[in-house]
T-cell receptor
Framework: GENVEQHPSTLSVQEGDSAVIKCTYS??????FPWYKQELGKRPQLIIDIRSNVGEKKDQRIAVTLNKTAKHFSLHITETQPEDSAVYFC????????????FGKGTHLIIQP | ETGVTQTPRHLVMGMTNKKSLKCEQHLGHNAMYWYKQSAKKPLELMFVYSLEERVENNSVPSRFSPECPNSSHLFLHLHTLQPEDSALYLC?????????????FGEGSRLTVL
């Protein structure tokens, strides 16, 4: 089965700096890579996703890059703001539906004022 | 508002109790899921329902019993639980099971087993 490793488990950055969270996956058949954000006491919400036919996707201050050869993908957040503080989860899976997704353990991002 | 609501938000129960968690989605989705979220662990998929039929049970102990009476409602019946079952239980829905797409989560039911 798929195995997703996520690093770091905790990341503290100064407000305004960039943050990068990295994930690796094991199953070369995986072709869908979403990122979810979960604020304290809130539900996880999809913030960006990428499919294996592209190498990079950007949405305002967040971007995701995918290296299929190396089987890793990363989340980049630029100009971090206090509201970016949350736990971020990566996931990898096939087009077989949400039950084909394997999640990472999460990264607790702390934005220092 | 994501359209997925869960009740209760918090539940404390003894190991001999029987309780149920409820999930309701107002998004017209065809697939619904139960996940278990424990500290420092990945989200664990427990059950998958597609068009009210259970399609997957990820080796979940029988003390957890799901029920999906229609495409908008999902229950998780709990009985004879163990302290290690204490966790946040998240319900989610998606448009269909067959295509990779966004999961819409509820806010979860925080379960404490004494």
């Amino acid at each position: 089965g798929e195995n997703v490793e996520q690093h770091p488990s905790t990341l503290s950055v100064q407000e305004g700096d960039s943050a990068v969270i990295k994930c690796t996956y094991s199953d070369s058949a995986s072709n869908y890579f979403p990122w979810y954000k979960q604020e304290l006491g809130k539900r996880p919400q999809l913030i960006i996703d990428i499919r294996s036919n592209v190498g990079e996707k950007k949405d305002q201050r967040i971007a995701v890059t995918l290296n299929k050869t190396a089987k890793h993908f990363s989340l980049h957040i630029t100009e971090t703001q206090p509201e970016d503080s949350a736990v971020y989860f990566c996931a990898a899976g096939t087009g077989g539906g949400a039950d084909g997704l394997t999640f990472g353990k999460g990264t607790h991002l702390i934005i220092q004022p | 508002e994501t359209g997925v609501t869960q009740t209760p938000r918090h539940l404390v129960m003894g190991m001999t109790n029987k309780k149920s968690l409820k999930c309701e989605q107002h998004l017209g989705h065809n697939a619904m899921y139960w996940y278990k979220q424990s500290a420092k662990k990945p989200l664990e998929l427990m059950f998958v329902y597609s068009l009210e039929e259970r399609v997957e049970n990820n080796s979940v102990p029988s003390r957890f019993s799901p029920e999906c009476p229609n495409s908008s409602h999902l229950f998780l019946h709990l009985h004879t639980l163990q302290p290690e079952d204490s966790a946040l239980y998240l319900c989610a829905s998606s448009q269909d099971r067959g295509n990779a797409g966004e999961l819409f989560f509820g806010e979860g039911s925080r379960l404490t087993v004494l």
